[in-house]
Nanobody, 117 residues
Framework: QVQLVESGGGLVQPGGSLRLSCAAS????????MRWYRQAPGKERELVAS????????DYGDSVKGRFTISRDNAKNTVYLQMNSLKLEDTAVYYC??????????WGQGTQVTVSS
């Protein structure tokens, strides 16, 4: 059974930083592309960042480029999202997602990130 458990969300002031983690189990983590998505109230879910199975290739949404960094530790079955220079508009529920080829393996339950002064 695929499980993705996010953690690390919380309340932070503008300009601050947070590090999200997503612990995976139930599948071969090292063969999956991992992604972070987010969804703000009243908005569609958007792709934030993606990392290839071995971690050599990353990609970011335009709104977070230069501020967020995705990484993974295949020995720990965990993917991370380091978020720096946070803005009010980064407030959202952040979701972890696993994919292999054309197959969606699963979603996490989400972790709330609130940027507020």
């Amino acid at each position: 059974q695929v499980q993705l458990v996010e953690s690390g969300g919380g309340l932070v002031q503008p300009g601050g930083s947070l590090r999200l983690s997503c612990a995976a189990s139930g599948f071969t983590f090292s063969t999956a592309v991992m992604r972070w998505y987010r969804q703000a109230p009243g908005k569609e879910r958007e792709l934030v960042a993606s990392i290839s199975s071995a971690g050599y290739t990353t990609d970011y949404g335009d709104s977070v480029k230069g501020r967020f960094t995705i990484s993974r530790d295949n020995a720990k079955n965990t993917v991370y999202l380091q978020m720096n220079s946070l803005k009010l508009e980064d407030t959202a529920v952040y979701y972890c997602h696993a994919r292999r080829g054309a197959w969606s393996l699963g979603w996490g339950q989400g972790t709330q990130v609130t940027v507020s002064s």
